[in-house]
């Protein structure tokens, strides 16, 4: 019996709320660090604002060496396992955040709980791109990186209230024991891929099958890493994820700072208006992925969001310290508009590359986003530090993602896909 792959729904409720909620986790304590740095910490354990930048940006260093091996094992072996282990040991390197005392732990476990998140986003690509098809794959894509606006959303404020009532070490530990326990869900309720779920009926498995061989088919074959990495389209989705992710982290990690420092906003007041930009993200991603899937074409999907990004940044920059409501009105602007085109932008990848080969791509594009962060994160500390004020940080974001538009002009000639350039 001929079954379209699209009418098989199960997939929809089984996985993506799965994905949803353990992305989610996997996002709290790379957000979370903001406010602890805003809401105490810093003087607590006496951290220089040299050392806070670094701080906020060494999980993003550690994230950044391990992306290829471990979208290699998610590949070839088992993102279900890889994300069981990663969610048990990034639990407990969050917890063990609200417990040290010593600058040096911090710093070790700042890396260290980059190194073991660094696989969760590549596996979940590769995950999704087992069970959904090219024409549901950004909004598949969109669901799971909605977690990352959801989860600062309420984040933002339930940080706000925690550091207020009980400090920054027992916000740590709250936001950090619930991923140790989920993991124990998640290896229950997940399956590697349609063959082996026993939910799903032997036709609609063959029908998963025939529809991904037939998108194979499209795609030029690519006989190993170093053929793919060395490919044009790898080499400038790479360094236009890096450039857009210096945007985004630099954003994420220092709104609460940009907001806190105007006298008469106290830390849950904070925790609210950090939340904003998120909100409209959310709704901005679910409309996008819709009409990216809708049409087919990836490429007006990403690039007019970074330009509009670029221009809220500027005029942030322009407006100056003195201004300070219409600035945070062009942040939510400029936060809404880098996560919007998410979803579309990670549907590429596995549209245009062959899967024997689309893990370690997604893993060295993510890699170089991990540098891009780091560089954000650090880069926007840094330049408050120097001049005293985030005007600099404005620019510097501004140009980083205009040039990431720029890019991505510069590779999507076709408006449906691309093929690989040797």
Not at 28 to 57: H, K, W
Not at 85 to 99: E, P, V
Not at 286 to 312: K, Q
Request: charged share 10%; aromatic share 16%.
């Amino acid at each position: 019996m001929i079954i379209n792959p699209q009418s098989i729904k199960q997939r929809w409720y089984r996985l993506l709320p799965v994905a949803f909620i353990t992305y989610s986790l996997a996002y709290l304590d790379r957000a979370n660090f903001g406010f602890a740095a805003a809401g105490g910490m810093t003087e607590d354990l006496e951290i220089t604002p040299a050392v806070t930048s670094l701080l906020s940006s060494l999980f993003f260093l550690g994230y950044f060496f391990f992306q290829i091996p471990g979208a290699h094992y998610a590949a070839q072996k088992s993102a279900k396992r890889l994300i069981f282990w990663s969610l048990i040991l990034w639990g407990t390197f969050a917890t063990a955040t609200g417990m040290v005392n010593d600058v040096n732990y911090l710093i070790a476990i700042r890396f260290m709980l980059g190194v073991v998140e660094s696989a969760v986003m590549p596996a979940m690509l590769i995950l999704l791109s087992n069970w959904f098809t090219r024409a549901e794959r950004s909004r598949a894509n969109t669901i799971l990186i909605l977690g990352n606006p959801v989860t600062v959303l309420w984040m933002s404020v339930a940080s706000g209230y925690l550091i207020d009532g009980l400090g920054w070490r027992w916000m740590f530990i709250i936001q950090g024991l619930p991923a140790v326990v989920w993991a124990f869900f998640w290896w229950k309720l997940v399956d590697e891929k349609p063959a082996t779920a026993q939910w799903l009926t032997d036709d609609e498995k063959q029908s998963l099958a025939n529809a991904f061989d037939s998108e194979q088919q499209g795609i030029k074959k690519v006989t190993n890493y170093l053929q793919a990495f060395g490919s044009r389209i790898v080499i400038v989705l790479s360094l236009q994820f890096l450039l857009w992710n210096v945007g985004v982290y630099g954003f994420v990690m220092w709104l609460p700072t940009i907001i806190k420092s105007v006298p008469t906003i106290d830390i849950v007041a904070t925790g609210w208006l950090a939340a904003v930009p998120y909100l409209f993200a959310i709704v901005g991603m679910l409309i996008t992925s819709f009409f990216a899937d809708r049409s087919r074409s990836r490429t007006h999907y990403v690039w007019p969001f970074l330009v509009i990004g670029a221009i809220a940044f500027y005029v942030s920059y322009v407006l100056g310290s003195s201004h300070f409501w219409l600035s945070y009105a062009c942040l939510i602007i400029a936060g809404a508009a880098m996560y919007i085109p998410y979803g579309p932008f990670f549907a590429l990848v596995t549209e245009l590359l062959p899967r024997n080969v689309s893990g370690g791509a997604i893993g060295l594009i993510n890699s170089m986003g991990a540098l891009g962060s780091f560089g954000g994160a650090y880069l926007v500390g840094l330049l408050h530090s120097w001049m005293g004020h985030f005007g600099g940080a404005y620019l510097f974001m501004s140009s980083c993602l205009l040039a990431a538009a720029l890019l991505t002009l510069l590779l999507y000639k076709d408006k449906n896909k691309l093929p690989i350039k040797e």
